[in-house]
């Protein structure tokens, strides 16, 4: 089962993002992105294995990409996937 998160920054966000990046350093307002859209992904995973009766998620793994047309990446894409298990009672 997975779950995915699939998000972007606003033109104004990329804008002030590419002027922070020449300066170099931590990119706060992409982190919170990406930390939300793992949130995301976790969350959408979680309701899927809940859905099928599972009881836990085991070898849980995270993907992500990013995503734009031309030499833009204007997108993030995260998953969030396992294998959903039933305990045994």
């Known amino acids: 089962m997975y779950g995915i998160s699939v998000r972007s920054r606003s033109d104004f966000g990329n804008f002030m993002g590419k002027i922070r ?5 931590q990119m706060g307002g992409y982190e919170k992105m990406v930390r939300r859209a793992r949130e995301d992904a976790v969350a959408g995973m979680i309701a899927e294995a809940e859905a099928m009766g599972a009881d836990a998620v085991i070898a ?12 833009k ?3 993030i894409e995260v998953t969030a996937y396992g294998t959903a298990v039933k305990l045994a009672e």
């Open 60 to 71: 849980f793994r995270f993907d992500g990409s990013s995503m734009g047309s031309g030499d």
């Open 73 to 75: 990446e204007d997108f």
């Open 21 to 25: 990046s020449m300066a170099g350093g």
